[in-house]
């Protein structure tokens, strides 16, 4: 087989950063090639560069042996090679067709939008690759696990020869992957070929052929995807051997009860009861829109709570805005790290104590050195990978920018934490050491809310899960007890109701 | 670990280099455009760089100076002001009215506040009631345009105790060390407004506004409040640079201060700040009050007349506006 992508001793710097470090890769045609490796350890910069989005240092890349200079995305793209976006950049207001036909050429004859043409190529797209959305939905309507898929889409619109998937499945949940999963192997069928990105080392043996392992910006190694050890893949990222992924949990628990949700309802959920103990970590999941997020809003006064009532502490509360929230000793860490969690364009270290700025002032006034240290020490702790604490959060790689989410929760010392998907996008090994810190502020007696699309993270971490499924609590398990069907019989029995719902 | 640790040390050595650096990299374009502007200048008039002109520059550029520094804020925040003009002369008006009947330092406190409290009145309709800025300060600007020509019956006024006289004359053409008061003036604005920016926590809020209004809201911190601060400073610039004004003239004018905000506007702008927000410092906003002081003052010193100065001025302020926006979206 004849590679069709050569990457020769590619380098890359970004000021004091030495991003790539003479990275070698070589790619077969219609193979899926995973590459996997710790956070900031160059994968999406060696992407970029593939697809023009970045400049190389120096090196050479050979498309199909014939060198190529990519200067921008534009001549990558006509090469066929396509990236999925993390963050899919979507036009909100549009249809889905609309967003996916966006930018293309054969979109408009003689200065026209052919618009029947658009929309039936576009559901015959859809409807090929099994993707369950209507091409007339308006985009902005969609979950982000949707517009995930829709960005998926765009990129398959163009028959490209080369996809590039960069975490694709960091906000989706089983139902998407599988639907993900599915379009991944229809394009190995078809001989396209692709590289997968991802922390998911499950998906990771699932799907590739090979794994390229990559660290502090080197080439490590390139394993054969046959009776690999999960452990030994990791040994191979970290470049040492990890503890339990997932520390021991915590047994004693106080009986009081901080928070307790009576029959709430918002706009977007309904009826949801359960109750938060005294240093408990209580884990919810479901599948995405099953309503976990749209709970987490209403607990934090982002959404407005139509019915029911909340008590914290035993006493009824009603919060009008996130600033009541955290007044009331509430912090929540988003889901949407880019949107809604970080000021991008800002240095870790303002973003870190953001969340509490009295804890680093005194009438007003900045402490630098109090800061500093503070910030020092998170870094620290969660190993956030970066030049230095001046870094703008949007120089950092995904999982780094994620840890600094963290941090800015943890810095806000909250009596009540809830963590919507802290670990996406975080590898194995920073996983298990911020798990192991999150057991520890549950000792401390800080109660946690952990939101999770994965349902062994909750298992590992939590004592009782609360199940959402179609914007309600479809139960509450002891997940010591209960086995994983369980709750997956929990979170799923919703599909097999809607249907019978439907039949009738 | 041990990497970790020497990386957090390099950042404490690196502090100083690092700002420098990074200033150089943002405000590389604004300096040289300065720079070449200052040598072309003196090539075109040979009193430029004499130091009679130099002491004019510095007492020209106060106004939009003064007034800069609340548009900073403002625009910072991804806001606009487009009453500062009207805000200035109402200052102007009220200040030389005021003197008439209390003393001077209590006529200039109650016209300042006056000024913070319009401003603030902005802010107030812009953050509770999210309106656009650029609606509410047009609503503004004629409310408080309206309200100068009736206090002055439409002409200008002047105070007339010998206490006012003398204060206003001690602001506007005096001297401390051979520097005028207006320069020190300005120069003490320039300083408090880049100490709020750097070392408080409004400066903090405020580029977190600017840069992620979302985020900032889910930290806890409630922007319906902060929102207040840009509008309310920009107030307070506008009252003291009325004053600024006013002791210049002479008089307190109606008609003063028309088109200020275009100037401010685009200073902040050639400063490189962003109009999206969160991007931009208040060295920058000097700088291009400095590059759009020379463009008048050099102008002037040709003897262009003031209609095609006008002209020019416009074209050259939309030039630079747009370029600067070039470079923005480039990033
Ligand atoms: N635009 C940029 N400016 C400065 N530094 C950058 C920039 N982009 C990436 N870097 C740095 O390059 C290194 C590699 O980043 P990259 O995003 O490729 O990591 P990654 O392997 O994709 O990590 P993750 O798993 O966290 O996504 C990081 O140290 C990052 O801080
Ligand atoms: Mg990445």
Wanted: glycine share 8%.
């Amino acid at each position: 087989m004849s590679p069709i992508i050569e990457l020769r001793d590619i380098d890359k710097k970004f000021g004091a950063v030495h991003a790539l470090k003479k990275v070698s890769l070589s790619i077969n045609k219609g193979e899926t090639i995973a590459l996997v490796g710790e956070n900031g350890a160059g994968k999406s910069t060696l992407m970029k560069i593939l697809t023009g989005a970045y400049t190389k240092d120096s090196g050479t890349i050979l498309i199909d042996g014939k060198e190529a200079f990519f200067n921008d995305t534009i001549s990558a793209k006509k090469f066929g090679i396509a990236q999925v976006y993390q963050q899919a950049e979507l036009w909100p207001e549009l249809s889905v067709a609309e967003n996916i036909f966006l930018g293309e050429q054969d979109m408009s004859r003689h200065g026209l939008v052919n618009w029947k043409y658009i929309f039936q190529k576009a559901a015959k797209l859809l409807e090929k690759y099994n993707i369950p959305i209507k091409e007339t939905a308006k985009v902005k309507d969609l979950s982000v696990a949707s517009q995930q898929l829709v960005a998926i889409a765009k990129v398959l619109i163009r028959n490209p020869k080369v996809v590039i998937f960069d975490e694709p499945t960091a906000v989706l949940s089983d139902k998407e992957v599988n639907i993900l999963f599915n379009i991944i192997r229809m394009l190995k069928k078809e001989k396209t070929t692709i590289i997968y990105i991802s922390h998911r080392l499950e998906e990771v043996f699932e799907l590739s052929d090979r794994i390229a392992v990559m660290r502090d910006g080197a080439m490590v190694t390139v394993l054969e995807n046959q009776n690999l050890a999960k452990s030994d893949l990791i040994a191979h990222m970290l470049g040492r051997h990890i503890n339990a992924l997932y520390p021991e949990k915590n047994t004693v628990e106080s009986d009081e009860v901080v928070l307790e949700l009576r029959n709430v309802s918002t706009d977007k959920v309904k009826d949801i009861s359960f109750t938060v103990k005294k240093g408990e970590i209580l884990g919810i999941v479901g599948l995405v829109n099953s309503g976990r997020t749209e709970t987490a809003r209403a607990i934090y006064g982002i959404d407005r709570i139509k019915q029911g009532e909340m008590l914290l502490f035993g006493k009824p509360v009603n919060f009008k805005s996130p600033t009541d929230a955290v007044k009331h000793g509430l912090f929540l860490a988003p889901e949407d790290r880019k949107k809604e969690a970080l000021v991008q364009i800002r240095p870790i270290r303002e973003n870190i104590t953001l969340s509490n700025l009295k804890l680093i002032s005194r009438f007003g006034l900045c402490n630098m050195q109090k800061e500093k240290a503070l910030v020092g020490k998170m870094m620290q702790d969660l190993r956030i990978k970066a030049d230095s604490m001046e870094s703008n959060v949007n120089t950092l790689s995904g999982g780094n920018q994620q840890k600094v989410v963290i941090a800015k929760a943890i810095t806000a010392q909250p009596k009540i934490l809830i963590f919507d998907e802290p670990t996406q996008g975080i590898d194995v090994g920073a996983k298990s050491e911020i798990n192991s810190l999150v057991q520890r502020l549950g000792r401390e007696g800080m109660s946690i809310i952990l939101i999770s699309s994965e349902i062994e993270e909750v298992q590992g971490m939590c004592n009782r899960i609360v199940v959402m499924r179609n914007g309600t609590v479809a139960g509450i398990v002891e997940s010591n007890i209960d086995d994983s069907k369980h709750i997956l019989d929990l979170m799923y029995r919703s599909a097999n109701d809607a249907k019978l719902q439907q039949a009738n | 670990m041990q990497n970790y640790n020497k990386q957090i040390e390099k950042q404490s050595q690196t502090g100083l280099m690092y700002i420098v650096k990074s200033y150089l990299k943002t405000q590389a374009i604004p300096l040289i455009v300065l720079f070449l502007m200052v040598i072309i200048s003196s090539f075109l008039s040979p009193v430029f760089l004499s130091m009679a002109n130099a002491q004019n520059l510095v007492v020209q550029i106060a106004l939009s100076m003064v007034v800069s520094m609340g548009m900073f804020i403002v625009i910072l925040t991804g806001g606009i002001d487009l009453s500062v003009g009207s805000l200035v002369a109402l200052s102007g008006v009220l200040a030389a009215g005021f003197m008439r009947t209390m003393s001077v330092w209590w006529a200039l406190l109650f016209t300042i506040a006056i000024c913070t409290f319009l401003g603030a009145f902005t802010g107030l309709i812009v953050a509770k009631l999210k309106i656009a800025p650029f609606i509410v300060t047009l609503g503004m600007l004629s409310f408080v345009s309206g309200l100068s020509y009736w206090y002055t019956q439409s002409s200008p006024i002047s105070w007339r105790t010998l206490e006012g006289a003398y204060v206003i004359n001690f602001i506007g053409s005096s001297k401390i060390f051979g520097i005028p008061v207006l320069a020190v003036i300005w120069v003490v604005m320039i300083l408090i407004t880049a100490f709020i920016m750097r070392r408080t926590i409004i400066g903090r809020i405020m580029y977190g506004i600017g840069g992620n209004e979302t985020a900032v809201k889910l930290s806890g911190i409630d922007i319906s409040k902060w929102k207040i601060f840009p509008y309310a400073f920009s107030g307070f610039c506008c009252g003291l640079g009325g004053i600024l004004l006013m002791s210049r003239l002479g008089v307190g004018s109606p008609t003063s201060g028309t088109g200020l905000e275009l100037d401010c506007i685009a200073a902040v702008v050639i400063g490189g700040t962003s109009f999206s927000g969160g991007i931009g410092n208040v060295s920058g906003v000097v700088i291009g009050v400095f590059i759009l002081g020379i463009i008048n003052n050099i102008l002037d010193l040709l003897n262009v007349p003031s209609y095609p100065q006008l002209m020019l001025k416009g074209a050259i302020i939309v030039l630079a506006v747009i370029l600067s926006t070039i470079r923005e979206r480039r990033q």
